[in-house]
């Protein structure tokens, strides 16, 4: 139905530097996709390349496409057509810009002030914002832009959004959700191809050239990234009409079905336990541990699927060894 763009629509050199100019927009963008964007509207946002000194910040990109003008209010009606948010379906998409309208402090406050009243404003169910640089990103040439996280991240999480689209990164990354936002970096378009990597946030990564498949309903949007090839090789379904557990309802997890028991841990029959088994580590004869370990021998493991959102309190049914003092500590 229509398509967004991470930045850098186009570089001067098929090395993947020099400036987007109205030139290099003609060899690497509209005459590499003119029968498609015949039909289909598409939504870019400015990157490093599209907007720097070499192309006057942007006007040759702001030139060759009409975008909505809703970002230009305020002091700096050049915001125009660099922030801007639309409306399909379900879906309300801002499209912000990391580089002029970010860059400059002043500019940056402005550009903040709009997003915080247009995603007040919106009541789409499903809020999706994309820009340039990554502000969780674990590849090999750029990293997470600390700066951009630190402005963004608060905004989204007060203010709900779901899902951020970025780029700069030349991999492909998706991150675990993150105070409810999930990150990915989709920048396999065509550019030189940078190392993956990998982090505390990473769900997936890889670097190949991709696109991003998106399908959008009331209660479910659906991510696909697709290799050249047409294959998908990852996926990840966001979900938002479930509702939380109430207060009432607690999630049991006994120890006799944990599925993993690593070290002196051993599973023993117990009637008054819960569900007439425990996990028994016994006198180690050594001083208890007063923090935990980062690589820890004796372990075990339980999992269940948590509700984003959904604050849980964790309870913890346990005996000391012999029952004896220095026989207590569990780290969790």
């Known amino acids: 139905d229509f398509a967004v763009h991470g930045g850098d629509v186009a570089y001067g050199l098929s090395s993947g530097t020099g400036p987007g100019t109205y030139r290099t927009l003609d060899d690497w963008f509209f005459n590499v996709y003119k029968?498609?964007?015949?039909?289909?509207?598409?939504?870019?946002?400015?990157?490093?390349?599209?907007?720097?000194?070499?192309?006057?910040?942007?006007?040759?990109?702001?030139?060759?496409f009409v975008l909505p003008e809703n970002?230009?209010?305020?002091?700096?009606?050049?915001?125009?057509?660099?922030?801007?948010?639309?409306?399909?379906?379900?879906?309300?998409?801002?499209?912000?810009?990391?580089?002029?309208?970010?860059?400059?402090?002043?500019?940056r406050a402005a550009q903040l002030a709009w997003l915080n009243a247009d995603l007040a404003a919106t009541s789409r169910p499903w809020k999706v914002a994309v820009f340039h640089r990554s502000p969780y990103s674990s590849g090999g040439e750029h990293g997470s832009d600390l700066t951009v996280r630190a402005a963004f991240g608060p905004v989204f999480e007060d203010h709900g959004?779901?899902?951020?689209?970025?780029?700069?990164?030349?991999?492909?990354?998706?991150?675990?959700?993150?105070?409810?936002?999930?990150?990915?970096?989709?920048?396999?378009?065509?550019?030189?191809?940078?190392?993956?990597?990998?982090a505390s946030f990473t769900a997936a990564s890889a670097s190949r050239y991709h696109y991003m498949r998106g399908e959008a309903s009331e209660c479910t949007l659906k991510l696909d990234a697709v290799g050249?090839?047409?294959?998908?090789?990852?996926?990840?379904?966001?979900?938002?009409?479930?509702?939380?557990?109430?207060?009432?309802?607690?999630?049991?997890?006994?120890?006799?079905?944990?599925?993993?028991?690593?070290?002196?841990?051993?599973?023993?029959?117990?009637?008054?336990?819960?569900?007439?088994?425990?996990?028994?580590?016994?006198?180690?004869?050594?001083?208890?541990?007063?923090?935990?370990?980062?690589?820890?021998?004796?372990?075990?493991?339980?999992?269940?699927?948590?509700?984003?959102g959904v604050p849980y309190h964790l309870w913890i049914r346990s005996k000391a060894d012999s029952n004896g003092w220095a026989n207590d500590s569990v780290f969790v």
């Open 161 to 198: 959004v779901q899902l951020v689209l970025s780029a700069h990164e030349h991999d492909y990354e998706r991150t675990i959700p993150i105070g409810g936002v999930t990150y990915v970096v989709t920048g396999g378009g065509g550019g030189p191809l940078y190392a993956a990597g990998s």
């Open 35 to 64: 029968d498609w964007l015949r039909s289909r509207p598409m939504f870019p946002s400015l990157g490093n390349h599209d907007s720097n000194a070499s192309n006057d910040d942007g006007q040759h990109y702001l030139d060759a």
């Open 228 to 308: 050249t090839d047409g294959s998908v090789f990852d996926t990840v379904s966001l979900t938002r009409c479930a509702p939380p557990p109430s207060s009432g309802d607690d999630i049991v997890l006994y120890a006799k079905d944990a599925p993993v028991v690593q070290g002196a841990w051993r599973h023993q029959t117990e009637m008054s336990a819960a569900g007439g088994a425990l996990l028994r580590h016994p006198n180690a004869g050594a001083a208890k541990l007063t923090a935990a370990l980062a690589n820890p021998v004796n372990y075990f493991e339980m999992t269940f699927d948590a509700e984003a």
């Open 71 to 107: 970002g230009g209010d305020g002091a700096y009606p050049d915001h125009a057509e660099r922030s801007y948010s639309f409306d399909y379906g379900p879906v309300h998409v801002v499209v912000l810009d990391t580089e002029l309208a970010f860059q400059n402090t002043s500019r």
